[in-house]
């Protein structure tokens, strides 16, 4: 099956396009295949869409911080020329990137965000 996409090199690490400003993208048209790594592009997106339209700063994940900050910053600094998967392979950080503690990583920088509420 073949498909056009963006380069993915083209946008930031917000998942922004760095020709249209306000215009975030995710999923397969930034050359990702599966379910999972479409629906992390997308609270990624939305997020920083949401951020941006009331003037708040962005909502990055860093690689060290979860394997949604591995799955962009490859995207968006490597690209991709065939559909890309996150396997955690790819994390130099995936011994601790680790479910059990992703509540701990995660979860005070997406309140500061406002992505979490306190309840």
Do not use: W
């Not at 400003?21 to 397969?28: F, H, I, N, T, V």
């Not at 994940?61 to 396997?87: A, H, Q, W």
């Amino acid at each position: 099956v073949e498909y056009d996409f963006v380069d993915a090199r083209s946008l930031g690490h917000t998942l922004e396009t760095k020709q249209v400003k306000g215009l975030y993208l995710a999923g397969q048209i930034c050359g990702t295949t599966g379910y999972e790594e479409a629906a992390a592009q997308g609270v990624v997106a939305g997020a920083n869409a949401g951020l941006a339209a009331v003037g708040q700063p962005p909502f990055v994940v860093n690689r060290d911080e979860g394997y949604i900050g591995v799955l962009v910053d490859d995207l968006v600094t490597k690209g991709t020329n065939e559909p890309y998967r996150m396997f955690t392979s790819r994390a130099e950080y995936r011994l601790s990137l680790r479910s059990d503690n992703a509540d701990l990583r995660l979860t005070q920088r997406g309140f500061d965000a406002g992505l979490v509420r306190p309840e």
